[in-house]
Nanobody, 127 residues
Framework: QVQLVESGGGLVQAGGSLRLSCAASGLTFSRSSMGWFRQAPGKERRFVAAINWSGSRTVYADSVKGRFTISRDFAKNTVVLQMNSLKPEDTAVYFC????????????????????WGQGTQVTVSS
């Protein structure tokens, strides 16, 4: 059974940082693309960042480029989203997701490319 468990969310002031982690189990981590999406209150879920199996390919939403960094830790089967210079508009529930397509070769930006989702972790940025 595949499980994706997010952690690291919380309340932070604007300009601050948070580090989200997603622990993956039940899948071959080294053959999976991983991603982060977020959903703000009353809005649709949107893409944030993605990484391919090796970490050689990463892609970011324009709104987070230069502030967020996605990485993966093979020793811990974990994908990390480092979020710096946070803004109130970053407030959302953040979801970790995994894709088994193409043995993890690509970093996908579309929800329909992903097969598994975590429960989400709340990030709140105060002004």
């Amino acid at each position: 059974q595949v499980q994706l468990v997010e952690s690291g969310g919380g309340l932070v002031q604007a300009g601050g940082s948070l580090r989200l982690s997603c622990a993956a189990s039940g899948l071959t981590f080294s053959r999976s693309s991983m991603g982060w999406f977020r959903q703000a209150p009353g809005k649709e879920r949107r893409f944030v960042a993605a990484i391919n199996w090796s970490g050689s390919r990463t892609v970011y939403a324009d709104s987070v480029k230069g502030r967020f960094t996605i990485s993966r830790d093979f020793a811990k089967n974990t994908v990390v989203l480092q979020m710096n210079s946070l803004k109130p508009e970053d407030t959302a529930v953040y979801f970790c997701t995994a894709s088994l397509s193409n043995s993890g070769s690509y970093a996908y930006t579309e929800e329909n490319e992903y097969h598994y989702w975590g429960q989400g972790t709340q990030v709140t940025v105060s002004s």
